[in-house]
């Protein structure tokens, strides 16, 4: 019998263990997780109105499930949208693995309803104008699970895993990783060697600095991958009515002028709300929720800009914090929010302007000011004309009025480097999901768990 660790109880490490035990696996599985088991998951924001930087953690980003847990809980249904993991093992693999996780999420209560399944005339005129602006409208089905849903889920997943004896060991903090002549032996947690025949690390999003620092400790292969650095973009419903009933979740790419970067909208959130999570250090970084039953007039998007640093830089996730710092240092350490109209006009935003339009933040305690003076020339460029790209396919979507909040950044630069097993430069340690850099998002991170499974039990 083996004795099998995965760092980290998001959906990478939680669907490992799920499809190990779902295939018979006898190994000992121990998951460690540094947040609360998800039953003890809660975010006193909806209590305090504001954030109160919970300690030692966030509880929307650390715990069993992840960040998953309170997102709002998006499954794309394409291996065209969340990573690059389809790159590492094949682009039909990947489709076969995402379509057998998507079987597994309905099996522990996934809404059976999937949006933008269906080649429509409002889809056909949304990708006509899409052309016309000089971006790509990329198909992809969406499987909302919403963010009290996706809690339940994830619940129940939690349940099945402890009652198949899978150890889940939370509040729990993992430090460093075990390695002798090129073979992981196991982790140190809390100040103690936890030995075991296989590691398999899978931190998110939050973690990925701390496996970039594990890379560099101990000589795990990686290189630099690519940061996204943007805002979150809040308008009214009535702005994205056709968008929203006719794909949920409009996924667009741009290169615009004058630097040519990818631009990329991510995460809409129809009816949704604008939410802060917090990484280490107090970071306070922007996202967005949507609900199943609760709605606001609102639809918020992520855009952001992708970064591919080269020869000499090779620290992009600390680039990315910096960015992020500065913006929370003009914002007293909340998130900045601005009027785009403002922007045009070369002026930050007044917290009494922001009661004088029609749209209302959903962020009730982000701070006006001005997100300009601390986003980088280039990338705030790049998102401003592919805002001004969007116009075209959404009419109204560069009005004055629009929102703009800030930081939005996704930690997942680093990209470990590894075969189409999964094989690391390391025997015995593997690195999955987001903090690997192979995937962005829930369904991809949790199809590779799946295939991290698979090979475990060949």
Not at 40 to 50: M, V, Y
Not at 71 to 76: C, E, N, R
Not at 130 to 140: F, H, R, S
Request: negative net charge.
């Amino acid at each position: 019998m083996r004795k099998i660790l995965i760092v980290g109880a998001g959906p990478a490490g939680i669907f490992t263990a799920l499809e190990l035990i779902k295939k018979g696996s006898k190994d000992e599985i121990t998951i460690i997780e540094q947040g609360h088991l998800i039953e003890k998951r809660s975010c006193p924001k909806a209590k305090t109105k504001g954030c109160v930087h919970c300690k030692p953690y966030c509880q929307i980003t650390s715990g069993f499930s992840g960040a998953g847990a309170f997102s709002d809980g998006k499954l794309s249904l394409s291996r065209d949208v969340g990573g690059d993991f389809p790159s590492l093992i094949g682009e039909d693999l990947a489709q076969d693995y995402i379509d057998y996780t998507d079987t597994i999420y309905l099996e522990f209560g996934a809404d059976t309803h999937v949006e933008g399944a269906e080649e429509t005339e409002e889809i056909r005129e949304i990708r006509k104008n899409a052309t016309i602006a000089g971006l790509k409208l990329v198909d992809c089905p969406i499987r909302h699970l919403g963010t009290e849903k996706a809690h339940e889920l994830y619940y129940s997943i939690e349940k099945y895993l402890i009652e198949k004896g899978v150890k889940i060991l939370a509040d729990q903090t993992c430090t460093d990783v075990i390695v002798e002549d090129g073979e992981c032996k196991g982790v140190v947690v809390n100040g103690s060697e936890m030995l075991a025949d296989v590691v398999v690390i899978a931190t998110g999003r939050k973690g990925a600095d701390w496996l970039d620092e594990m890379c560099r400790v101990h000589g795990i292969g990686r290189e630099a991958g690519v940061v996204d650095i943007g805002v979150r973009v809040e308008v009214r419903n009535e702005i994205m009515e056709k968008v929203n009933r006719a794909l949920y979740e409009s996924k667009l790419i741009g290169y615009p002028k004058p630097f040519y970067n990818k631009v990329r909208t991510f995460c809409q959130n129809p009816g949704g709300f604008v939410a802060q999570e917090n990484y280490d250090n107090d970071l306070a970084v922007v996202n967005g929720h949507s609900y199943k039953d609760l709605k606001s007039n609102n639809t918020n998007l992520a855009i952001l800009c992708s970064h591919k640093f080269t020869y000499p830089f090779d620290d992009p996730i600390t680039y990315a914090k910096k960015v992020s710092e500065m913006v929370n240092m003009l914002g007293d350490g909340h998130i900045l929010v601005q009027r785009l109209g403002d922007i045009k006009a070369g002026k930050r935003t007044w917290q009494k302007e922001l009661a004088q339009t029609n749209l209302k933040p959903t962020l009730a305690d982000a701070v006006a000011g001005d997100i300009t003076a601390a986003i980088p020339y280039r990338t705030m460029t790049n998102i401003l004309n592919f805002i001004e790209q969007m116009d075209t396919v959404v009419p109204g979507f560069a009005s004055n009025e629009t929102l703009l909040y800030a930081p939005e950044v996704k930690f997942y630069s680093n990209r470990v480097k590894m075969d189409e097993n999964l094989n690391t430069n390391v025997k015995n340690l593997y690195c999955l999901g987001d903090a690997s850099g192979w995937t962005r998002g829930l369904m991809m991170a949790s199809a590779m768990g799946v295939y991290m499974a698979r090979q475990l039990l060949k």
